[in-house]
Protein backbone atom coordinates (compact mmCIF):
# COMPACT_ATOMS: atom_id res chain seq x y z
CA UNK A 1 0.00 0.00 0.00
CA UNK A 2 2.52 2.48 0.84
CA UNK A 3 3.81 1.90 -2.46
CA UNK A 4 1.23 3.32 -4.19
CA UNK A 5 1.33 5.98 -1.67
CA UNK A 6 4.45 7.22 -2.76
CA UNK A 7 3.15 7.65 -5.89
CA UNK A 8 -0.30 9.27 -5.26
CA UNK A 9 1.91 11.51 -3.19
CA UNK A 10 4.50 12.06 -5.79
CA UNK A 11 2.75 11.64 -9.44
CA UNK A 12 5.39 12.99 -11.60
CA UNK A 13 7.23 9.74 -10.30
CA UNK A 14 7.21 6.43 -11.66
CA UNK A 15 7.64 2.79 -10.20
CA UNK A 16 9.89 2.31 -8.95
CA UNK A 17 10.30 5.00 -6.46
CA UNK A 18 13.94 6.12 -6.93
CA UNK A 19 14.79 9.06 -4.89
CA UNK A 20 18.72 10.84 -4.32
CA UNK A 21 19.95 11.44 -1.29
CA UNK A 22 20.42 15.22 -0.46
CA UNK A 23 24.22 15.48 -0.52
CA UNK A 24 24.71 18.88 1.31
CA UNK A 25 27.32 20.41 -1.82
CA UNK A 26 26.55 17.89 -4.03
CA UNK A 27 23.10 18.09 -4.70
CA UNK A 28 21.86 21.68 -6.64
CA UNK A 29 18.47 22.24 -8.18
CA UNK A 30 20.16 21.44 -11.24
CA UNK A 31 20.59 17.62 -10.48
CA UNK A 32 17.50 17.43 -8.34
CA UNK A 33 15.36 18.71 -10.90
CA UNK A 34 17.19 15.93 -13.52
CA UNK A 35 15.88 13.23 -11.29
CA UNK A 36 12.65 14.60 -10.94
CA UNK A 37 12.22 15.00 -14.52
CA UNK A 38 13.57 11.33 -15.18
CA UNK A 39 10.50 10.63 -13.38
CA UNK A 40 12.32 10.43 -10.28
CA UNK A 41 11.96 12.68 -7.02
CA UNK A 42 14.99 14.91 -6.30
CA UNK A 43 16.00 16.21 -3.25
CA UNK A 44 18.51 19.13 -2.66
CA UNK A 45 20.73 19.40 0.05
CA UNK A 46 20.10 22.02 3.00
CA UNK A 47 22.88 22.05 5.11
CA UNK A 48 22.94 22.33 8.90
CA UNK A 49 23.27 26.29 9.56
CA UNK A 50 20.14 27.73 10.50
CA UNK A 51 21.04 31.06 11.60
CA UNK A 52 19.21 34.19 10.15
CA UNK A 53 22.73 35.06 8.94
CA UNK A 54 23.46 31.45 7.53
CA UNK A 55 24.32 31.48 3.85
CA UNK A 56 23.20 28.16 4.07
CA UNK A 57 19.75 29.74 4.42
CA UNK A 58 20.77 31.81 1.17
CA UNK A 59 21.85 29.16 -0.90
CA UNK A 60 18.54 26.97 -0.30
CA UNK A 61 16.39 30.18 -1.35
CA UNK A 62 18.14 30.75 -4.41
CA UNK A 63 18.76 26.65 -4.92
CA UNK A 64 14.42 26.27 -4.67
CA UNK A 65 14.00 29.62 -6.92
CA UNK A 66 16.33 28.00 -9.64
CA UNK A 67 14.28 25.09 -9.51
CA UNK A 68 10.87 26.97 -9.96
CA UNK A 69 12.99 28.38 -12.74
CA UNK A 70 14.29 25.68 -14.45
CA UNK A 71 11.13 23.65 -14.27
CA UNK A 72 9.06 26.97 -15.59
CA UNK A 73 7.17 27.30 -12.28
CA UNK A 74 5.35 30.31 -11.43
CA UNK A 75 4.57 31.87 -7.72
CA UNK A 76 2.02 29.63 -5.40
CA UNK A 77 2.50 26.47 -7.75
CA UNK A 78 3.64 23.68 -5.98
CA UNK A 79 7.83 22.46 -6.63
CA UNK A 80 7.52 18.56 -6.78
CA UNK A 81 11.18 18.04 -5.00
CA UNK A 82 12.31 18.39 -1.69
CA UNK A 83 15.40 19.91 0.45
CA UNK A 84 17.05 17.62 3.16
CA UNK A 85 18.74 19.13 6.50
CA UNK A 86 21.22 18.04 8.86
CA UNK A 87 19.70 18.64 12.15
CA UNK A 88 22.69 18.31 15.34
CA UNK A 89 22.39 21.79 15.75
CA UNK A 90 18.45 22.81 14.67
CA UNK A 91 18.49 26.28 16.72
CA UNK A 92 16.59 28.50 13.84
CA UNK A 93 15.14 25.61 11.57
CA UNK A 94 11.68 26.59 12.64
CA UNK A 95 11.92 29.92 12.58
CA UNK A 96 14.15 30.71 9.27
CA UNK A 97 13.83 27.24 7.31
CA UNK A 98 10.06 26.57 7.41
CA UNK A 99 9.35 29.78 6.02
CA UNK A 100 11.43 29.37 3.06
CA UNK A 101 10.00 26.09 2.49
CA UNK A 102 6.66 26.98 2.47
CA UNK A 103 7.02 29.95 -0.04
CA UNK A 104 8.38 27.78 -2.41
CA UNK A 105 5.67 25.23 -1.58
CA UNK A 106 8.13 22.32 -1.61
CA UNK A 107 6.50 18.94 -1.27
CA UNK A 108 9.32 16.89 0.94
CA UNK A 109 11.47 17.75 3.64
CA UNK A 110 14.29 14.90 4.90
CA UNK A 111 15.40 15.33 8.29
CA UNK A 112 18.50 13.44 9.09
CA UNK A 113 21.31 12.91 12.68
CA UNK A 114 19.84 14.68 15.13
CA UNK A 115 22.24 15.16 18.17
CA UNK A 116 18.99 13.04 20.11
CA UNK A 117 15.47 11.26 18.81
CA UNK A 118 13.71 13.81 19.93
CA UNK A 119 15.13 16.81 18.85
CA UNK A 120 12.93 16.19 15.54
CA UNK A 121 9.57 16.50 17.48
CA UNK A 122 9.69 20.33 17.29
CA UNK A 123 10.19 20.54 13.66
CA UNK A 124 7.76 17.74 12.84
CA UNK A 125 5.20 19.98 14.51
CA UNK A 126 6.25 23.20 13.25
CA UNK A 127 6.29 21.87 9.75
CA UNK A 128 2.51 20.33 10.41
CA UNK A 129 1.01 23.36 11.93
CA UNK A 130 2.44 25.38 8.89
CA UNK A 131 1.02 22.87 6.71
CA UNK A 132 -2.45 22.87 8.29
CA UNK A 133 -2.52 26.79 7.79
CA UNK A 134 -1.31 27.57 4.52
CA UNK A 135 -2.98 24.61 2.93
CA UNK A 136 0.66 23.31 1.85
CA UNK A 137 1.12 19.75 0.81
CA UNK A 138 4.62 18.21 2.36
CA UNK A 139 5.39 15.16 3.28
CA UNK A 140 8.16 14.75 5.67
CA UNK A 141 11.23 12.12 5.41
CA UNK A 142 13.26 11.18 8.57
CA UNK A 143 16.55 9.17 8.19
CA UNK A 144 17.08 6.08 10.48
CA UNK A 145 19.74 3.39 11.15
CA UNK A 146 18.63 1.83 14.09
CA UNK A 147 15.20 0.68 15.14
CA UNK A 148 15.30 2.88 17.84
CA UNK A 149 15.83 5.83 16.14
CA UNK A 150 13.01 4.10 13.75
CA UNK A 151 10.76 3.51 16.89
CA UNK A 152 11.34 7.31 17.85
CA UNK A 153 10.40 8.80 14.04
CA UNK A 154 7.23 6.92 13.94
CA UNK A 155 5.73 7.82 17.22
CA UNK A 156 6.62 11.54 15.67
CA UNK A 157 4.37 11.00 12.83
CA UNK A 158 6.34 10.90 10.22
CA UNK A 159 5.42 10.55 6.63
CA UNK A 160 8.10 8.34 5.04
CA UNK A 161 11.31 6.44 6.98
CA UNK A 162 14.89 6.48 5.31
CA UNK A 163 15.87 3.73 6.45
CA UNK A 164 20.38 3.80 5.85
CA UNK A 165 22.25 0.59 6.42
CA UNK A 166 26.23 0.55 6.82
CA UNK A 167 27.07 0.19 3.21
CA UNK A 168 26.30 4.00 2.78
CA UNK A 169 28.31 6.71 1.77
CA UNK A 170 28.84 9.36 3.88
CA UNK A 171 27.51 10.41 7.61
CA UNK A 172 25.65 7.28 9.31
CA UNK A 173 25.15 5.35 12.55
CA UNK A 174 28.51 4.78 13.92
CA UNK A 175 27.24 1.62 15.45
CA UNK A 176 24.33 0.00 12.98
CA UNK A 177 23.77 -2.77 10.28
CA UNK A 178 23.50 -3.27 6.47
CA UNK A 179 19.91 -2.94 4.71
CA UNK A 180 19.63 -6.85 4.81
CA UNK A 181 19.09 -7.25 8.24
CA UNK A 182 17.97 -3.46 9.37
CA UNK A 183 15.24 -3.39 6.72
CA UNK A 184 13.27 -6.19 7.28
CA UNK A 185 12.97 -5.54 10.70
CA UNK A 186 11.96 -2.21 10.24
CA UNK A 187 9.31 -3.17 7.91
CA UNK A 188 8.49 -5.62 10.53
CA UNK A 189 8.02 -2.95 12.79
CA UNK A 190 5.73 -1.27 10.56
CA UNK A 191 3.68 -4.81 10.18
CA UNK A 192 3.19 -5.24 13.55
CA UNK A 193 1.65 -2.07 14.40
CA UNK A 194 -0.46 -2.28 11.13
CA UNK A 195 1.16 0.85 10.33
CA UNK A 196 0.27 0.94 6.00
CA UNK A 197 0.39 4.79 6.08
CA UNK A 198 4.45 5.10 6.56
CA UNK A 199 6.71 4.75 3.22
CA UNK A 200 9.65 2.84 3.75
CA UNK A 201 13.03 4.15 1.82
CA UNK A 202 16.15 2.25 1.67
CA UNK A 203 19.68 4.03 1.37
CA UNK A 204 23.27 2.29 1.60
CA UNK A 205 24.73 0.63 -1.11
CA UNK A 206 22.15 1.06 -3.65
CA UNK A 207 23.44 1.66 -7.08
CA UNK A 208 21.43 -0.49 -10.06
CA UNK A 209 18.62 -2.37 -10.26
CA UNK A 210 20.10 -5.48 -8.65
CA UNK A 211 20.33 -3.36 -5.58
CA UNK A 212 16.81 -1.90 -5.95
CA UNK A 213 15.86 -5.22 -6.63
CA UNK A 214 17.28 -6.87 -3.14
CA UNK A 215 15.66 -3.43 -1.43
CA UNK A 216 11.71 -3.74 -2.77
CA UNK A 217 12.39 -7.98 -1.56
CA UNK A 218 13.68 -6.66 1.87
CA UNK A 219 10.60 -4.97 2.06
CA UNK A 220 11.16 -1.15 0.77
CA UNK A 221 8.59 1.09 -1.04
CA UNK A 222 11.73 2.63 -3.07
CA UNK A 223 15.38 3.55 -3.13
CA UNK A 224 17.12 6.25 -2.68
CA UNK A 225 21.11 6.54 -3.94
CA UNK A 226 23.73 8.81 -2.79
CA UNK A 227 27.14 8.06 -4.81
CA UNK A 228 25.49 7.03 -7.80
CA UNK A 229 24.31 10.22 -8.42
CA UNK A 230 27.45 12.27 -7.52
CA UNK A 231 29.19 10.22 -10.39
CA UNK A 232 26.49 12.03 -12.99
CA UNK A 233 27.00 14.86 -15.55
CA UNK A 234 24.66 17.10 -13.49
CA UNK A 235 26.30 16.93 -10.54
CA UNK A 236 28.35 19.73 -9.46
CA UNK A 237 31.36 18.02 -7.89
CA UNK A 238 34.64 18.55 -8.96
CA UNK A 239 35.90 15.97 -12.05
CA UNK A 240 38.49 14.45 -9.76
CA UNK A 241 36.03 13.05 -7.20
CA UNK A 242 33.62 11.98 -10.15
CA UNK A 243 36.81 10.46 -11.59
CA UNK A 244 37.92 8.92 -8.34
CA UNK A 245 34.16 7.24 -7.41
CA UNK A 246 34.59 5.50 -11.00
CA UNK A 247 38.09 4.03 -10.90
CA UNK A 248 37.86 2.72 -7.38
CA UNK A 249 36.64 -1.30 -7.32
CA UNK A 250 36.35 -3.47 -4.49
CA UNK A 251 34.54 -1.37 -2.07
CA UNK A 252 34.61 -3.22 1.32
CA UNK A 253 38.33 -2.06 0.93
CA UNK A 254 38.62 0.91 -0.89
CA UNK A 255 36.16 2.36 1.70
CA UNK A 256 35.94 2.86 5.18
CA UNK A 257 33.47 3.69 7.95
CA UNK A 258 35.64 6.34 10.55
CA UNK A 259 35.26 9.73 12.35
CA UNK A 260 38.68 10.21 11.10
CA UNK A 261 37.56 11.33 7.54
CA UNK A 262 35.74 14.64 8.98
CA UNK A 263 38.78 15.22 11.80
CA UNK A 264 41.15 15.52 8.55
CA UNK A 265 38.94 18.27 7.08
CA UNK A 266 37.94 20.22 10.09
CA UNK A 267 34.71 19.40 9.74
CA UNK A 268 34.59 16.96 12.45
CA UNK A 269 30.91 18.78 14.12
CA UNK A 270 28.71 15.14 14.16
CA UNK A 271 27.07 13.69 17.55
CA UNK A 272 29.95 10.87 18.39
CA UNK A 273 26.71 8.34 17.60
CA UNK A 274 27.74 9.26 13.76
CA UNK A 275 30.78 8.23 11.30
CA UNK A 276 31.15 8.35 7.78
CA UNK A 277 31.97 5.99 4.67
CA UNK A 278 34.48 7.78 2.52
CA UNK A 279 37.45 5.99 0.14
CA UNK A 280 40.73 5.01 2.26
CA UNK A 281 42.80 8.55 0.59
CA UNK A 282 45.79 10.19 1.37
CA UNK A 283 44.97 11.59 4.51
CA UNK A 284 43.62 8.48 6.11
CA UNK A 285 46.96 6.67 4.51
CA UNK A 286 49.08 9.36 6.10
CA UNK A 287 46.85 8.78 9.71
CA UNK A 288 47.82 4.63 9.58
CA UNK A 289 51.48 5.61 9.16
CA UNK A 290 51.49 7.70 12.36
CA UNK A 291 51.19 10.66 10.88
CA UNK A 292 49.65 13.20 13.69
CA UNK A 293 45.88 14.92 12.99
CA UNK A 294 48.03 18.03 13.26
CA UNK A 295 49.77 17.57 10.68
CA UNK A 296 47.28 15.83 8.17
CA UNK A 297 44.89 18.78 8.82
CA UNK A 298 47.44 21.24 7.76
CA UNK A 299 48.61 18.98 4.66
CA UNK A 300 44.73 19.48 4.30
CA UNK A 301 44.78 23.34 4.02
CA UNK A 302 47.85 23.81 2.27
CA UNK A 303 46.49 21.44 -0.33
CA UNK A 304 43.01 23.31 -0.22
CA UNK A 305 44.62 26.90 -0.37
CA UNK A 306 46.61 25.69 -3.61
CA UNK A 307 42.73 24.71 -5.42
CA UNK A 308 44.37 20.81 -5.37
CA UNK A 309 41.33 18.13 -4.13
CA UNK A 310 43.71 14.87 -3.57
CA UNK A 311 42.90 15.54 -0.10
CA UNK A 312 39.44 15.89 0.00
CA UNK A 313 37.62 13.71 1.63
CA UNK A 314 35.76 11.91 -0.72
CA UNK A 315 32.33 10.34 0.87
CA UNK A 316 31.06 7.19 -0.98
CA UNK A 317 29.30 3.92 -0.24
CA UNK A 318 30.76 0.09 -0.01
CA UNK A 319 28.92 -0.59 -3.76
CA UNK A 320 31.34 1.59 -5.28
CA UNK A 321 33.25 -1.02 -7.21
CA UNK A 322 29.88 -0.76 -9.10
CA UNK A 323 30.06 2.62 -10.66
CA UNK A 324 32.16 2.47 -13.80
CA UNK A 325 31.18 5.38 -15.93
CA UNK A 326 30.56 9.01 -15.37
CA UNK A 327 27.10 9.02 -17.24
CA UNK A 328 23.42 11.73 -17.21
CA UNK A 329 20.67 11.62 -14.53
CA UNK A 330 18.48 10.54 -16.72
CA UNK A 331 20.56 7.64 -17.48
CA UNK A 332 20.75 6.39 -13.67
CA UNK A 333 17.03 6.82 -13.30
CA UNK A 334 16.30 5.13 -16.72
CA UNK A 335 18.97 2.07 -16.87
CA UNK A 336 17.67 1.41 -12.94
CA UNK A 337 14.16 1.07 -13.70
CA UNK A 338 15.08 -1.38 -17.45
CA UNK A 339 16.91 -3.32 -15.10
CA UNK A 340 13.99 -4.04 -12.32
CA UNK A 341 11.99 -4.83 -15.24
CA UNK A 342 14.60 -7.27 -16.68
CA UNK A 343 15.00 -9.36 -13.42
CA UNK A 344 11.49 -9.30 -12.36
CA UNK A 345 10.93 -10.95 -15.95
CA UNK A 346 13.79 -13.78 -15.32
CA UNK A 347 12.45 -14.08 -11.84
CA UNK A 348 8.94 -14.44 -13.13
CA UNK A 349 10.08 -17.18 -15.94
CA UNK A 350 12.48 -18.73 -13.04
CA UNK A 351 9.33 -19.73 -10.43
Not at 45 to 62: C, I, N, P, Y
Not at 241 to 259: A, R
Amino acid sequence: MAANILLQWFPHTTAPFIANAPMFGFTDAGLATAVGKAGGFGFIGGGFDFRSESTHLLGVDAQLANARSILGLIDGQSLPLGVGFLTFQPNGLVDNVIPILQKHRVAAVWLSFPRTDADHLPIIQAIRKAQETADWDIRIFVQVGTIKAAEEALQQGVDALVVQGTDAGGHQWAQGASLISLLPEVRDLLSRTRNTSTAILAAGGIVDGRGCIAALGLGADGIVMGTRFVATSECPAPSTIKQTIVSKTDGGVSTIKSIRHDIFQSTDLFPRQYDGRAVVGVSYEDSQEGVSDEEIIRRYNEAQAAGEHQRRTIWAGASIGGINTVVSVEHVVQSTRQEVQAILRRLSVGL
